[in-house]
């Protein structure tokens, strides 16, 4: 079964950066759509950043020009486990929230929504003080 399991949130000041990790394992199909979704206190979950298996990505138009999403290219978690990376740069207050990696086995080319994911990891914190 799809196991995802992230690491690499902290606290940063603001202008600061961070890079997540997700390690991805289990899938049944080659194709798929992974990404990052994160969820402050008292609001929904949205899309962060989104990458497919022929390299595709997607970003939230909050997140542009200071996030980069990239993974193991040479690597497919339906074999061998493969890590999602989100690197984050120019950090601001409002890119606090827990982060998480979601994927759907079977499936390229999904977009930003949460509904459209089955598998998600357990969620690393991201803390971006002024």
């Known amino acids: 079964h799809v196991h995802l399991v992230e690491s690499g949130g902290g606290s940063v000041q603001a202008g600061g950066s961070l890079r997540l990790a997700c390690a991805a394992s289990?899938?049944?199909?080659?194709?798929?759509?992974m990404g990052w979704f994160r969820q402050a206190p008292g609001k929904e979950r949205e899309g962060v950043a989104i990458i497919d298996s022929v390299g595709d990505t997607i970003y939230a138009d909050s997140v542009k020009g200071r996030f980069t999403i990239s993974k193991d290219n040479d690597e497919n978690p339906a074999y061998v486990q493969m890590n999602l990376y989100l690197e984050m740069d120019s950090l601001k207050p409002e890119d606090n929230g827990m982060y998480y990696c979601?994927?759907?086995?079977?499936?390229?080319?999904?977009?930003?929504?949460?509904?459209?994911?089955?598998?998600w990891g357990q969620g690393t914190q991201v803390t971006v003080s002024s």
């Open positions: 289990g899938f049944t199909y080659t194709s798929y759509s």
């Open positions: 979601a994927a759907e086995d079977g499936v390229y080319g999904l977009g930003l929504g949460a509904d459209d994911y089955n598998h």
